[in-house]
């Protein structure tokens, strides 16, 4: 059985209403699913665009034994419902599908969540939501890879050209699933992979079911929410407690090194609660995928919350490497 069978097989659906004003209360079906041991602490995986939680499908292998993992395709990726336009999508929107599910559905009160990309963005909007609601925050922040910084960032033409309505669609138009999964391997994996390989031939699945290659100009735009709120999103996060972990893949070109140094020195280094920033050497854009078992090993630590000393763990050249900490003030 290949990936995505395995990944659909895993999930169900269950039934979201929007809060976005512009879509006028409408439910959509969500695709969520839990893995690993019942009972074993709770990681929380939030992917990124345009991709879906099937990118935690060799990390949820990796901790299967020690974790209860928990997933979501946000509406318009994966296996969720993907309305095309007018339907709007939105940060916030998905935030508080977030905040119910950890809340209300799952219910949980110890967990860490693990973010990439857009997911990492999602990930400090929640965190703030908890915070003013009262409700049980996470231990541990992990945030990987993803253009948390605009200014620094190298989007690519494929993106830009998402992004401008005069050319959205027809850009969308001239791209199948199958180019889409393969430019996505040919740039943005550590090595490099084709559609041969299992994890680009499931996400060229998950583009085509419910043919969200459509709706590609509509989830984009996103990126306007992260240029207009993402400084602010940044320091409210900074005054939050939850210890926090920067994990950066550093062959990446889109959301290069720069964008994790910056935010790091000027956001979380010094923010109350513990923060670690690791750099992955053998990690791109994914580096869930490219090193799994690497980052699962900063999991594991981050979970022990031991005191640990600037390494490469495991002595190995591919190690990840620790290169800064802090115990930030502590919150009065």
């Known amino acids: ?15 979201w209403r929007s809060t976005t ?5 409408r439910e959509l079906k969500v695709f969520v699913r839990r893995s690993g041991s019942q009972g074993a602490p709770a990681l929380v995986c939030v992917h990124g ?32 419902d993907k309305p095309p336009s007018p339907y709007v999508y939105s940060l916030y929107d998905d935030a508080r599908l977030l905040v119910h599910l950890i809340t209300d559905v799952w219910q949980l009160d110890n967990y860490a969540i693990v973010t990439h990309d857009r997911g990492s963005s999602l990930g400090m909007i929640a965190v703030t939501m908890l915070a003013e609601a009262n409700a049980a925050m996470p231990v541990d922040l992990i945030i990987t890879n993803g253009n ?15 992004l401008d309505d005069s050319t959205s669609r027809a850009t969308a138009a001239a791209t199948t699933p199958e180019m889409l999964a393969a430019g996505l391997g040919a740039s943005t994996f550590m090595p490099r992979r084709t ?4 994890e680009i ?10 043919d969200g290659i459509r709706v590609l100009p509509d989830t984009i735009k996103y990126l306007h929410e992260r240029a207009a709120d993402e400084t602010s999103w940044l320091e409210a996060f900074a005054t939050t407690t939850v210890d926090t972990t920067l994990v950066w ?13 910056h935010v790091w020195h000027t956001y979380i280094k010094d923010k109350p609660g513990r923060s670690r920033y690791w750099v992955v050497p053998g990690g791109d854009h994914y580096v869930q995928c490219d090193a799994p078992k690497q980052l699962a090993d900063v999991l594991r630590l ?31």
Do not use: K
């Open 1 to 15: 059985m290949g990936i995505f069978a395995q990944w659909q097989e895993g999930g169900t659906h269950l039934r």
């Open 21 to 25: 004003p512009a879509n006028d209360g």
């Open 49 to 80: 665009f345009p991709t879906s939680s099937i990118d935690y499908f060799a990390l949820a292998h990796e901790l299967r034994s020690e974790f209860e993992i928990f997933t979501v395709d946000f509406p318009g990726y994966g296996l969720s």
């Open 148 to 162: 948390i910084y605009l200014p620094l960032a190298n989007l690519t033409a494929f993106q830009q050209a998402l």
């Open 195 to 198: 559609l041969d390989d299992p």
């Open 201 to 210: 031939a499931a996400l060229a699945r998950c583009f085509a079911h419910d």
């Open 249 to 261: 893949g550093v062959h990446d070109t889109v959301a290069p090194l720069r964008v994790a140094n």
């Open 302 to 332: 981050t979970h022990a919350g031991d005191a640990v000393g600037l390494q490469t763990l495991g002595d190995a050249p591919d190690g990840p490497v620790l290169v800064d900490q802090s115990d930030g003030p502590t919150a009065g």
